[in-house]
């Protein structure tokens, strides 16, 4: 197929140019190339014929260029100086393509030889057969197409109309001379050009050119679209995005057509996927964007935001930051649950149900054994919901009708019900989340929690400013998106630790718009900046303790007590929930194990002592591992080789499992001189006994306090020595009534502790086990093991009343205590609060004065009283 094999003077054409037959080329070249092709033109009658080679790879510092093995066969039509003839290349040559060429040994040169004319043998091949009537045809009506579009956007208009026209008429024996015109006319890539260049064969290249054709026609279509909405006025910033657009198009445009249509492989050349088509993800994301805010409410403030919004993102170029951040808006606006717009059906339906308070009842305590109190308040805040919902249902009903009547397009106003916002205060693992889900449950409403633990930032709650980068809103808008609802039930946990006014905001002010029912319902967000309406969420908050609770948001809400369980309440929620429950997390059933009751009763006695049933739960998911990991290796023995498996769990087996019960040494305590318990709520609400020690040592006549005191615990023993002081002639601890007991009949010092001393402490409940103690510790006597104390007390002697009675009964049961001195005044907190089983195992002693106190915790008579005592009995008068 080659035809005569002849020599000729290399021009290598600086990268990315490539000379097409009848193209045209300028380009300097270097004073050898210039001076012989000088010479061979003057040497010649003829015209001097070249070889201009395309450079495929331009050199670079390590590398020689490498040049292509086609080319075309050139006619030097003009070679004269260069403007600047002191230059490296100073003439100036102009060479015009004649026909195809192929260098059979191909050309290598280093990149100096670049500048040194050299010799190539070179092949003429032949055309070909030629091309069919349909490619012909194809390829001329892809230039006139592509002279179309041309001739519609950017420069040279005018050039293109009139080439169009010629084009038009031309006769089809000149398409394939037209193409290589036309191709070298039009602004093709290097690639493109080498392509032409190197297909020999007519039909084929009519083909690639053919393409080249409808892909530059398609990409000046989209730059004119994309010029069409771009304005004048735009910013750099607009310009570089225009341009960023214009490229991606370009690339699209250029991966279709080198998509191979046999082997259409994806991004990662594995077959393609809906994932690769970004282009369609991007237009369905917007299409949907659009759809949602179509349906939002008419006249709704939340839809004239949106709109406003949407229309500053259409004329935002897409892929700019702004853009981005308008979509996100957007998203946010549009997916949160608007009460204008959403259905509340579904809400109605239950609560029109004239079973629903049965049905709630049944479903609070098919969740959570006990608790009574608190089951009684949610079913009473139930039915009230349930009735104001639908009284105000009925209203807008009504309304619905009047407005239709009047043909108007606005919808009723959303009925508003202004529920308390309960709060339930309790020590940990009491059950105050899990029972406000199952509320959730029984009114079927989406139950969302924020935790507010830690929570420093009011932004975490209100929202940031769109004006800050990656921006989002608050938690509160945050549950009700995930909702998907405008009355779900939104749980916010750990409302006492939350973070107080600082630099970053008060948190819990803003959580006083979002709990005040006058307030709530045009919650403004930060981010979102528009009203939101929060009338239609139950919120319900959930402490440990009151204390740092701020007094605004304490007097928003209807504070409801939980104060643990008793061994009883644990040993039947061990059985009927916890045990099954971590069954079932195990993969097991109640066919592998069987945990006796004393077992469960060693469990919640001897391994954990606490209000709730936190640490109970994970005990018995010990267990329940533990036999998991038996059962598995009886099931994976050999037939024969099996060793029985013991689906029991008794008492001795708990040793093995859990290790050594925690709380067993404290049952062989023993009465100790000076040795007093007294009884505490910790700071997660939880009761507690705790120790009061004294010593006697030689020293000063000073009292000194450890454990972490604080003010008012320290004013406490000051009182408690006070008293003691004052009283010690009467109980025989001095022989005269001057006398100091710490000085006679010795010097002494005393030490007054509290242990657990990393925890702070304070309060003054603590002043009558501190008589007692240093009653104990100067008298010699002791006071029983089993009995604990709470009582402040004044200087005249009064035992005055004290909180946290539940908690601290309950904290001595637990402790294995049996008698409980209390004030006078708390006994209503004991009969109301205290349950059935521990009042019946233990005894109440309840005291109005100290010296009743010394002797129910000495026991009557034990302390050597002087003369019969008249302190409770004086009052003043005045
Ligand atoms: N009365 C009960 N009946 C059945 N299960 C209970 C009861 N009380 C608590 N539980 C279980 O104890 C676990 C802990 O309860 P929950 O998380 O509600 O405690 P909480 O009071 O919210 O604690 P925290 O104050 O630490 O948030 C849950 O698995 C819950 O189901």
């Known amino acids: 197929m080659t035809s005569s094999n002849t020599l000729l003077p290399a021009i290598p054409l600086p990268h990315p140019q490539v000379l097409l037959p009848n193209g045209r080329i300028s380009l300097l070249v270097s004073r050898n190339v210039g001076d012989h092709l000088l010479s061979l033109v003057e040497e010649s009658s003829e015209p001097v014929i070249v070889a201009a080679i395309p450079i495929v790879t331009p050199p670079t510092g390590a590398s020689d260029p490498v040049l292509s093995e086609c080319g075309a066969a050139a006619r030097v039509v003009r070679l004269g100086p260069s403007q600047n003839d002191h230059s490296e290349h100073p003439y100036h040559l102009t060479i015009v393509g004649l026909t195809r060429i192929h260098l059979p040994h191909g050309l290598r040169l280093t990149a100096a030889q670049l500048d040194v004319l050299t010799h190539c043998a070179v092949e003429y091949p032949p055309s070909g057969a030629i091309p069919s009537r349909t490619t012909l045809e194809n390829t001329k009506a892809a230039a006139v197409n592509l002279l179309d579009k041309l001739s519609k956007s950017g420069p040279r208009k005018e050039y293109w109309v009139r080439m169009m026209h010629f084009v038009e008429g031309i006769d089809n024996s000149r398409i394939v001379w037209l193409a290589d015109v036309m191709a070298s006319a039009v602004d093709a890539e290097f690639n493109d050009r080498l392509e032409i260049l190197a297909t020999i064969d007519t039909e084929a290249r009519l083909k690639v050119v053919t393409q080249l054709f409808v892909k ?56 393609p996927s809906e994932l690769d088509d970004e282009d369609q993800a991007d237009a369905d994301d917007v299409a949907q964007l659009r759809q949602k805010i179509e349906a939002m409410t008419k006249d709704s403030e939340e839809r004239k935001v949106a709109v406003s919004e949407w229309r500053r993102l259409k004329r935002i170029p897409s892929g700019s930051a702004e853009n981005a951040v308008i979509r996100t808006y957007l998203e946010w606006l549009t997916s949160i649950p608007w009460p204008s717009s959403s259905p509340r059906l579904t809400a109605l339906e239950v609560l029109r149900d004239r079973q629903f308070l049965s049905k709630a009842r049944k479903q609070l305590d098919a969740d959570h054994y006990g608790l009574d109190k608190i089951k009684k308040r949610l079913i009473e805040y139930l039915a009230i919901v349930r009735l104001k919902e639908l009284a105000a249902y009925a209203e807008s009903e009504k309304a619905l009708v009047l407005r239709m009547d009047n043909t108007s397009s606005v919808p009723p106003p959303v009925p508003r019900v202004k529920g308390p916002i309960l709060l339930f205060v309790g020590p940990p693992g009491t059950g105050k989340t899990s029972i406000t889900s199952s509320l959730a449950r029984a009114l079927g409403r989406p139950f969302e929690r924020i935790s507010l633990g830690g929570v420093r930032d009011e932004a975490e709650i209100r929202g940031h400013r769109r004006t800050y980068v990656a921006s989002c809103p608050g938690s509160i808008v945050q549950a009700l998106k995930k909702a998907g609802r405008p009355d779900p039930i939104i749980l916010l946990d750990e409302i006492d630790k939350v973070g107080h006014n600082n630099f970053h905001g008060d948190p819990s002010a803003a ?292 909180g946290g009675i539940k908690e601290k009964v309950l904290g001595a049961h637990r402790a294995g205590m049996k008698k409980v001195i209390l004030p006078w005044a708390n006994r209503k907190d004991v009969d109301h609060d205290i349950p059935r089983e521990v009042k019946d195992d233990m005894q109440f002693f309840f005291v109005k004065t100290v010296s009743e106190g010394l002797d129910a915790a000495f026991g009557k008579g034990v302390v050597p009283w002087r003369r019969p005592r008249t302190d409770f009995m004086i009052e003043s008068r005045l």
């Open 216 to 271: 530059l026609a398609s990409i000046s279509e989209v730059s004119s679209k994309i010029a069409s909405v771009v304005d004048e006025t735009f910013s750099k910033q607009q310009k570089e995005h225009f341009l960023r657009q214009k490229l991606a198009a370009i690339q699209k445009e250029l991966q279709s057509l080198n998509r191979q249509p046999k082997f259409v492989t994806g991004a990662s050349g594995n077959p």
């Open 511 to 802: 959580l006083l718009e979002v709990l005040d029912p006058e307030q709530n319902h045009t919650f403004r967000d930060h981010y979102l900046n528009v009203p939101v309406d929060l009338s239609q969420v139950l919120f319900i908050c959930t402490a440990n303790s009151l204390e740092s609770i701020s007094p605004p948001l304490l007097d928003r809400c209807e504070v409801v007590h939980l104060s643990g369980y008793t061994y009883d309440e644990k040993l039947h929620i061990a059985s009927r929930f916890l045990l099954p429950k971590q069954l079932e997390a195990n993969g097991l059933d109640s066919s592998h194990i069987a945990l006796s009751e004393p077992a469960l009763l060693q469990i919640v006695t001897g391994y954990t002592r606490e209000a709730g049933v936190r640490s109970l739960e994970r005990a018995i998911g010990s267990v329940v591992r533990y036999k998991a990991v038996e059962w598995a290796e009886h099931n994976d023995q050999d037939g024969d080789k099996l060793p029985a498996y013991q689906k029991e769990v008794g008492e001795e087996d708990l040793e093995g499992i859990l290790g050594i019960p925690r709380y067993e040494g404290e049952k062989d305590r023993s009465p100790k001189r000076g040795l007093v318990y007294g009884l505490v709520v910790s700071g997660l609400g939880e009761g507690s006994v705790l120790p009061i020690e004294t010593c006697a040592m030689p020293g000063k006549g000073d009292i000194q306090l450890t454990g972490s005191l604080g003010d008012v615990i320290k004013e406490s023993s000051s009182l408690a020595l006070s008293w003691v002081k004052t009283h010690a002639y009467n109980l025989r601890i001095t022989s005269n009534r001057s006398e100091d007991p710490l000085k006679v009949p010795n010097l002494i010092d005393i030490h007054l502790h509290l242990p657990a001393g990393a925890q702070k402490k304070d309060g003054p409940s603590a002043g009558i086990a501190m008589v007692c103690a240093l009653v104990s510790l100067f008298t010699g006597l002791c006071v029983p093991i089993d009995i604990a104390m709470t009582g402040e007390i004044t200087l005249r002697g009064r035992v005055e009343p004290v």
